[in-house]
């Protein structure tokens, strides 16, 4: 069964005060790693997909990698807007469902 | 140009009762999903249906019962709801079912059981 665990599960940052979110996953045959950003009484938003170990992403403030195990999403000098938790997910051989962790909360303090 | 939505937003029923929950998604794509976020966060997929067709159903009680009238719209209806049904319910759709394809989230809707 495939599984994703996140960490830490809530991070409090300074504004500027750059860090990283860990995504660890088990699953047989990675297809897709996703990341979506998820605000309080929203859906998940869209950030990345990875497909393959060494993989990397940007978009703004935002970079994601990609090792056999694991996901870093990698979040500089961040700013008080990108307080929300970020979820990862994995997708596997088979038809295209997603097996999510139960997120890391962030918040920047201004 | 909501890309999907769903209504209601809220829905607060008494246990016993039915209630249906509509999506749609006007991204042309062929396949559409209901997740469930319980207390926790945590997401958990319950359907998958490809061009109107059921491919995944996840050990959910038959009394959850989607039904898909064409490809840019999913309902959920729900029959004799339990205290353990309260949840945030969520909409998604892909391109295809595909094993890479992205999934794009509806609103959700928030059911609260009383």
């Known amino acids: 069964e495939d599984q994703v665990t996140q960490s830490p599960e809530a991070l409090r940052l300074q504004e500027g005060e750059s860090s990283s979110l860990n995504c660890s996953y088990t699953v047989s045959g990675l297809r897709g790693l996703f990341w979506y950003r998820q605000d309080p009484g929203k859906g998940p938003e869209f950030l990345f997909t990875?497909?393959?170990a060494g993989e990397e992403k940007e978009k703004e403030r935002l970079k994601a990698t990609l090792t056999k195990k694991e996901s870093f999403l990698h979040i500089t000098a961040p700013k008080p807007e990108d307080s929300a938790t970020y979820l990862c997910a994995v997708s596997g051989p088979g038809y295209s469902t997603l097996t999510f962790g139960k997120g890391t909360m962030l918040l920047v303090s201004p | 140009d909501t890309a999907v939505s769903q209504t209601p937003k809220y829905l607060v029923t008494q246990m016993g009762n039915d209630k249906s929950i509509k999506c749609e998604q006007n991204l042309g794509h062929d396949t559409m999903y209901w997740y469930k976020q319980d207390s926790k966060k945590f997401l958990k997929i319950m359907f998958s249906y490809n061009n109107k067709e059921l491919i995944i159903n996840e050990t959910v009680p038959n009394r959850f019962s989607p039904k898909s009238p064409d490809k840019a719209h999913l309902n959920l209806h729900i029959n004799s709801l339990e205290l353990g049904d309260s949840a945030v319910y969520f909409c998604?759709?892909?391109?295809?079912?595909?094993?890479?394809?992205?999934?794009?989230f509806g609103p959700g809707t928030r059911l609260t059981v009383l």
């Open positions: 998604a759709s892909s391109q295809s079912s595909g094993t890479t394809d992205t999934q794009y």
């Open positions: 990875l497909y393959s």
